[in-house]
T-cell receptor
Framework: DAMVIQNPRYQVTQFGKPVTLSCSQTLNHNVMYWYQQKSSQAPKLLFHYYDKDFNNEADTPDNFQSRRPNTSFCFLDIRSPGLGDAAMYLC??????????????FGPGTRLTVT | QQQVKQSPQSLIVQKGGISIINCAYENTAFDYFPWYQQFPGKGPALLIAIRPDVSEKKEGRFTISFNKSAKQFSLHIMDSQPGDSATYFCAASIKNTGNQFYFGTGTSLTVIP
C-alpha cells in the first residue's frame, strides 16, 4: 500500500517551461518535505511544511515554490527550470508529537529531465 | 557546512562479511539518528534508527552502534548479501524543529557474491 505517492515518476520539461510535481500521502502526517537529490549525492532539503507553516531553506532558489492545499497534498512548482535543476525530487512526510521517533517516509521520487 | 560526516564514500564487501559505515556529528542537540537505504531510482527507505539514550540497537542483520561522548554512530550489516547493495545515508535531526533532517553524504555499498 503506497503511503507517499509522487506523480509523475518521470517528467521531461523544456528549459524555462514551468513544471509542477505532486505529492500525496495517506499517512495523515502533519509535516511534508521536498528534497532535491542529484546523482550520487545526499538529498538536499528545499523546504518543508510544518502543518500549514511554510519553511524555506535559506539556499533554496526563488525559482522553486511550493503549495500545500490540504494535509494530504503538496506541490513543487519550478517556475523556470534550468539545466541544473535536472534531478530526482523526493517528497517525504513525518509526524510530530507523541512518543514516535518522527521517522520520515519518502516517496519514490520524480525524475526531472530538462531539455 | 556538513552537519553530518559519513565515511567511507564507497565500500565493497564479500558476501557473508560485515559492512561498517560510520557517521560523525557536531551538534549535541541532535536526538534522532536514522539510517536510510536507497536503491537506484527509488526513494530512501528507513532502515533503522536510534535515540542517544541507548548505545546500540539491533534489527535483524542491521545494528546501530552509538557513541554519545564521541558524537559518532555507525551501521553494521552482518552477513552482508548481494541484495544489500545500495546507497546508505545516515542522518540526524532535532525533535522539536520541524524534524529537519541533516543527511550524510552517502555510502555506496557493493556486496560481491
Amino acid at each position: 500500500d503506497a503511503m507517499v505517492i509522487q506523480n509523475p515518476r518521470y517528467q521531461v520539461t523544456q528549459f524555462g517551461k514551468p513544471v509542477t510535481l505532486s505529492c500525496s500521502q495517506t499517512l495523515n502526517h502533519n509535516v511534508m518535505y521536498w528534497y532535491q537529490q542529484k546523482s550520487s549525492q545526499a538529498p538536499k532539503l528545499l523546504f518543508h511544511y510544518y502543518d500549514k507553516d511554510f519553511n524555506n531553506e535559506a539556499d533554496t532558489p526563488d525559482n522553486f515554490q511550493s503549495r500545500r492545499p490540504n494535509t494530504s497534498f503538496c506541490f513543487l512548482d519550478i517556475r523556470s527550470p534550468g539545466l541544473g535543476d535536472a534531478a530526482m525530487y523526493l517528497c517525504a512526510t513525518s509526524r510530530t508529537g507523541g512518543k514516535s521517533l518522527h521517522e520520515q517516509y519518502f516517496g519514490p521520487g520524480t525524475r526531472l529531465t530538462v531539455t | 557546512q556538513q552537519q553530518v560526516k559519513q565515511s567511507p564514500q564507497s565500500l565493497i564487501v564479500q558476501k557473508g562479511g560485515i559492512s561498517i559505515i560510520n557517521c560523525a556529528y557536531e551538534n549535541t542537540a541532535f536526538d534522532y539518528f536514522p539510517w536510510y537505504q536507497q536503491f537506484p531510482g527509488k526513494g530512501p527507505a528507513l532502515l533503522i534508527a536510534i535515540r542517544p539514550d541507548v548505545s546500540e540497537k539491533k534489527e535483524g542483520r542491521f545494528t546501530i552502534s552509538f557513541n554519545k561522548s564521541a558524537k559518532q554512530f555507525s551501521l553494521h550489516i552482518m552477513d552482508s548479501q548481494p541484495g544489500d547493495s545500495a546507497t546508505y545515508f545516515c542522518a540526524a535531526s532535532i525533535k522539536n524543529t520541524g524534524n529537519q533532517f541533516y543527511f550524510g553524504t552517502g555510502t555506496s555499498l557493493t556486496v560481491i557474491p
